[in-house]
C-alpha cells in the first residue's frame, strides 16, 4: 500500500511500521547536515506556521542524547521529546529512541538515499501494534483531514 | 495513563477490538457479546470493564441487560492526534525544501 500526499508518501513496511518518505532536491550530505546541525533544524522541524523550537540538542554519536523542545513565541504550548541515538551511519542512516510525554518508547529509523541529486529520506516509525497503525493510517496520514472521524466505525469494523 | 495511551492499550487486545467491531452494529448484551468468543462470561465483563474504563464503550442502566454501546469519542482523538503527525510534517518538509535551495546557492 502507497499513497501520495503533497510529495509525502506512506507505506508500511511491517505490521507495527509507518514509514514517510519524501524526496528533497539536495545531495544526501545537505540533507544530513539539515537534519543534524541544530542551527539548521530550528529552521525547518517548526510544524505549521507560529511554533518556534527553543530546545533543540543534538550529541550525534550512538550513545548519545537528543532533545527537542517547542513552544509558540510567547512562550505557551511547550512540549518536548527526547531520545538516545543507537546507530549513526554519516549521510545514510539514523536510528534513535523517542519518548514523547508519557507515550510508550517509540524507535526511529531516518534513512537518506541520494539518485542524481536528490536525496529521499524516509523516517519510519515502530508503533505499539498493526491495529493501531491501521487506524492511524485509516483516520489521516494516508488521507486527507476532516472526513475522517465518520470513517473510524468502518475501520473498526475491519479489525 | 494518558487518555489516548488508554485508547491505545485499550485497542491493544483482539478480544476487544472484536467487541467494538461487533458494536459498530449497534447496542448489545453481554450474552451477545460473549457468543463469538470462547471465553467465560467474567472473562468478557472483565475486557468491557477495561473498554468502559478507556471511555470507549458506555452501559446501560437496566440492571439484568445492562446493554453496550459503541462511544467514538477517545478514537476522535486517535484521529486528531494522527491529522496532527501528518501536518506537522507536511509543514516541516515544505520549510526544509526552502532551506535546502539557500543551502545549495551558498555552497556554490
Not at chain 1, 81 to 92: A, C, K, W
Not at chain 2, 14 to 31: Q, S
Request: hydrophobic share 40%.
Amino acid at each position: 500500500m502507497t499513497t501520495t500526499k503533497f510529495g509525502t508518501s506512506v507505506t508500511l513496511p511491517s505490521d507495527t511500521e509507518i514509514a514517510m518518505s519524501r524526496t528533497f532536491d539536495a545531495p544526501a550530505s545537505l540533507v544530513w547536515k539539515a537534519f543534524t546541525e541544530p542551527e539548521l533544524l530550528r529552521r525547518w522541524l517548526l510544524g505549521p506556521d507560529g511554533w518556534e523550537m527553543p530546545i533543540c540538542e543534538v550529541d550525534l554519536r550512538v550513545g548519545g542524547k537528543w532533545r527537542y523542545g517547542w513552544a509558540q513565541p510567547d512562550g505557551s504550548g511547550a512540549f518536548e521529546m527526547h531520545g538516545e541515538y543507537t546507530e549513526v551511519t554519516p549521510f545514510s542512516r539514523i536510528v534513535n529512541t523517542e519518548h514523547f510525554e508519557d507515550n510508550p518508547p517509540a524507535i526511529t529509523t531516518v534513512t537518506f538515499e541520494e539518485v542524481d541529486g536528490r536525496t529521499t529520506m524516509t523516517s519510519t516509525m515502530t508503533l505499539v501494534s498493526q491495529e493501531v497503525r491501521d487506524i492511524v493510517l485509516a483516520t489521516g496520514m494516508a488521507d486527507g483531514a476532516g472526513r475522517s472521524y465518520e470513517r473510524l466505525g468502518e475501520v473498526l469494523a475491519t479489525l | 495513563m494518558d487518555e489516548l495511551s488508554a485508547t491505545f492499550a485499550a485497542l491493544a487486545d483482539p478480544t476487544r477490538r472484536a467487541i467494538l467491531a461487533r458494536l459498530t452494529e449497534g447496542p448489545a448484551t453481554v450474552k451477545e457479546l460473549s457468543e463469538p468468543f470462547d471465553i467465560s462470561g467474567p472473562a468478557i465483563s472483565k475486557h468491557l470493564r477495561v473498554l468502559e474504563k478507556a471511555g470507549l464503550i458506555t452501559r446501560g442502566r437496566e440492571a439484568q441487560w445492562r446493554p453496550c454501546q459503541l462511544d467514538a469519542t477517545p478514537l476522535k482523538e486517535v484521529a486528531v492526534w494522527a491529522e496532527n503527525y501528518r501536518r506537522f510534517w507536511d509543514a516541516s518538509y515544505q520549510r526544509l525544501d526552502a532551506l535546502l535551495t539557500e543551502m545549495k546557492e551558498t555552497d556554490r
